[in-house]
């Protein structure tokens, strides 16, 4: 079946960093999505993305669609506390695959 | 808007017994999806609804797991017998879309049923 890697599988960072994770496939997705998991909570669609070389920001977040269709990156500036949380990528053509996420701890 | 309702959210039992998960999606979504999410790892698609058909179940092991969406709206997921690999977060999620349609990706996630067989 397609599988993401997804990088890096987590980060330390300070607040007021900038943050960067990317994720890539050997298989050409139509859609890639970007989720964040809190503790004890479902994934929540962050960004999506639909066509390649798309570029798009939700606040803080901006994520990107690759040229080649085979990858995706989201980046976070200006990190704060509540962005603690685990970050995963999807990709889509009909079923949505997930990455094995990103662990992100904030040091206030 | 109310999300999507899971229940139980929690639930030990030991291996070789059966369990059973509720799911109620958003009001008015067509499609349903049963994911499975081993800790460490992201959330993997057992079964994906279409009303009260079934889409795509390639990845239910069908020999001890079961679904079903009666009359296109609730949805159970039923293991039986479970293991010890079992353990795990069982996440439903819904969306508006059809297989394939742009809306699809418009996911709701549940709070999910963390399983813990022993």
């Known amino acids: 079946g397609q599988q993401l890697n997804q990088s890096p599988q987590s980060m330390f960072i300070q607040e007021g960093e900038d943050v960067s994770m990317n994720c890539t496939s050997s298989s050409i997705f139509n859609t890639w999505l970007w989720y964040k998991q809190d503790p004890g909570e479902g994934p929540v669609l962050l960004i999506a993305l639909y066509k390649a070389g798309e570029l798009t920001s939700n606040g803080r977040l901006t994520a990107q669609f690759g040229i080649t269709r085979k990858d995706s990156f989201l980046n976070i500036s200006a990190s704060i506390p509540s962005d603690v949380g685990i970050y995963f990528c999807?990709?889509?053509?009909?079923?949505?695959?997930f990455g094995k996420g990103t662990l992100l701890t904030v040091n206030p | 808007e109310a999300g999507v309702a899971q229940s139980p959210r929690y639930k030990i039992i030991e291996k070789r017994q059966s369990v059973a998960f509720w799911c109620n999606p958003i009001?008015?979504?067509?499609?349903l999806y049963w994911y499975q999410q081993i800790l460490g790892q992201g959330p993997k698609l057992l079964i994906q609804f279409q009303n009260n058909g079934v889409v795509d179940d390639s990845q239910l092991p069908k020999d001890r797991f079961s679904a079903e969406r009666l009359k296109g709206v609730d949805s159970t997921l039923k293991i039986q017998p479970a293991k010890l690999e079992d353990s795990a977060v069982y996440l439903c999620a819904s969306s508006l879309g059809v297989t394939g349609g742009a809306s699809n990706y418009g996911y709701t996630f549940g709070s999910g049923t963390r399983l813990t067989v022993v």
């Open positions: 009001s008015g979504h067509a499609t």
């Open positions: 999807g990709g889509s053509n009909y079923k949505l695959t």
